[in-house]
C-alpha cells in the first residue's frame, strides 16, 4: 500500500545522486552458476496448485491440491517426503495464496473478495479472517496482517487493519482514518506519510512550533505513529529534509519487511530501503544488463532478504530447465545490516513467464509445469 500523496511531490523530485543505484557491469562479470535440483514434489492424484510455501527452516513445504474427487487439500511434510493432508474444501473453491508462520499456515482465497483460514499444526483450521484487500507476513511482531483501503464520502480515506497471531489470536482489529488533507482522525493533528513496521506503526509529520517573538515557525519534525494505542513517538527533525522524504516515499512502497529492495528512479538499477532511515544502492556483482528489473520478487527469510530476477540472455540457446538457457531465474540473498549481495544460482527456464518459488532456511522451491499439463516443484538446496 503506497503512501498518500501530499503537496511535497515537488520536494520529492530532489533525489540526492548518492541515493541513486549504479548498476556497473564489468566485463569480468560472470552469470550465476546453475543450481542442481535435490527434490521433487508431485500431484498425488490430482492436480497441484500454484500456491505453495516453505516454513521458515525450510524443514516443511505445504502445497494445495485439488484431488480426483473434487476436493481442496493442504498438504504439509518435508519437501519430497510423505505429507500430512486436510480438506480445506470448507473454506474455499478458490484459493489463491499460502503463508506459513511459526509452523501455521493462512490459506487465503479470492471469491470477489480476499479472505484466509488459519490452518494449525494438526491440520485443522482454527480460524477465519475478516474480507480484506491484500496481507502479508510481519516478521516482528510474528503476525498474519491483512489490511483494506477505501474512499470515504468527503475525500476521507479508512484503512482497516487485521493482525492476527500466528496461532489464529486476535493482535489487533483497528480502523486509521485519513482525511482529504493528509490529517489522521483522533491523532492530535498529525499528518499521514505512510504505513511502516507491516501497518503497525505510520510514519507522520508533527507541525513544527510557532515562535510568536519572531514570528518564525520551525522546521516540521517528524515520529512514528503506533497504530493500536493511535500514540506517537518522539519526534525529530532530520539533518537533511529532502532525503529523509525521499526515504519515506520508498519505504512506504512496502511496508512488510524490515528492509526492502526497491527500484531506483528510472529503474536504473536497484536501492535497499532500510533497516533504519536508510537508502543505498545496491551492486549485484553480476552483469545488469542480462536482467529484466520488473521481475524482482522478494522475500525474507531469517535475516537476510532472498530475491529473484528474470535473466535473458539472447547469446544462450534456447532449451529446458535440466540445461543452460537463454533464460533463467537468478536468486540472490542481501545482507541488510552490510548491504552485501551474495550470488546463490540459477534455474534454467524454457520461457519468460512468470514461474512461482518460495525460500526457506536454506531451500528454494520453483514451480514449473510439467509435459502433461500438470505443474511439478523442483527443490533446490543454496
Not at 494505542?229 to 511496508?255: D, I, M, Q, S, W
Not at 538457457?325 to 540459477?346: H, I, N
Amino acid at each position: 500500500m503506497r503512501p498518500m500523496k501530499r503537496n511535497m511531490s515537488s520536494r520529492l523530485l530532489f533525489v540526492p545522486a548518492c541515493l541513486l543505484a549504479c548498476w556497473i557491469a564489468a566485463p569480468a562479470l560472470a552469470a550465476p552458476k546453475q543450481l542442481k535440483p535435490s527434490g521433487k514434489v508431485t500431484a498425488s492424484e490430482g492436480l497441484l496448485h500454484d500456491a505453495f510455501a516453505f516454513d521458515e527452516t525450510g524443514g516443511k513445504l505445504a502445497t494445495i491440491e485439488f484431488s480426483s474427487k473434487g476436493t481442496v487439500q493442504l498438504r504439509v511434510g518435508p519437501p519430497g517426503g510423505k505429507a500430512r493432508v486436510s480438506d480445506i474444501s470448507s473454506f474455499t473453491s478458490t484459493p489463491e495464496k499460502l503463508l506459513g508462520l511459526s509452523g501455521h499456515w493462512f490459506v487465503v482465497s479470492n471469491e470477489g473478495r480476499r479472505r484466509a483460514a488459519m490452518v494449525d499444526p494438526s491440520g485443522r483450521i482454527r480460524r477465519t479472517t475478516q474480507s480484506f484487500d491484500d496481507c502479508e507476513v510481519s516478521i516482528s511482531p510474528k503476525a498474519f496482517v491483512a489490511f483494506s483501503e477505501k474512499n470515504e464520502s468527503g475525500g476521507n480515506r479508512r484503512f482497516s487493519i487485521q493482525a492476527y497471531k500466528p496461532d489464529g489470536g486476535t493482535l489487533m482489529l483497528q480502523d486509521v482514518v485519513v482525511d482529504g488533507g493528509g490529517t489522521i482522525a483522533g491523532a492530535g493533528g498529525l499528518t499521514f506519510l505512510g504505513f511502516t513496521n507491516s501497518h503497525f506503526s505510520i510514519m507522520v509529520e508533527r507541525p513544527g512550533t510557532f515562535n510568536r517573538k519572531t514570528d518564525v515557525r520551525q522546521p516540521p519534525q517528524f515520529a512514528i505513529l503506533d497504530v493500536k494505542t493511535n500514540k506517537a513517538g518522539a519526534g525529530k527533525t532530520p539533518p537533511k529534509l529532502a532525503n529523509f522524504l525521499e526515504y519515506v516515499h520508498k519505504r512506504g512502497e512496502k511496508p512488510d519487511l524490515p528492509a526492502v529492495i526497491v527500484l531506483a528512479e528510472g529503474q536504473n538499477g536497484y536501492e535497499l530501503v532500510g533497516p533504519g532511515e536508510k537508502v543505498r544502492a545496491i551492486n549485484l556483482t553480476v552483469p545488469a544488463q542480462d536482467y529484466d528489473p520488473s521481475t524482482l520478487q522478494q522475500h525474507q527469510v531469517g535475516n537476510k532478504v532472498v530475491f529473484s530476477l528474470l535473466a535473458d540472455r539472447p547469446g544462450r540457446k534456447k532449451g529446458d530447465m535440466n540445461e543452460e538457457t537463454r533464460f533463467a531465474l537468478d536468486f540472490f540473498s542481501l545482507d541488510p545490516a552490510s548491504g552485501k549481495v551474495t550470488v546463490l544460482g540459477e534455474v534454467a527456464l524454457p520461457d519468460k513467464q512468470p514461474y512461482p518459488w518460495s525460500a526457506g532456511g536454506n531451500k528454494i522451491a520453483v514451480q514449473r509445469k510439467t509435459a502433461d499439463g500438470n505443474r511439478e516443484i523442483l527443490i533446490y538446496s543454496r
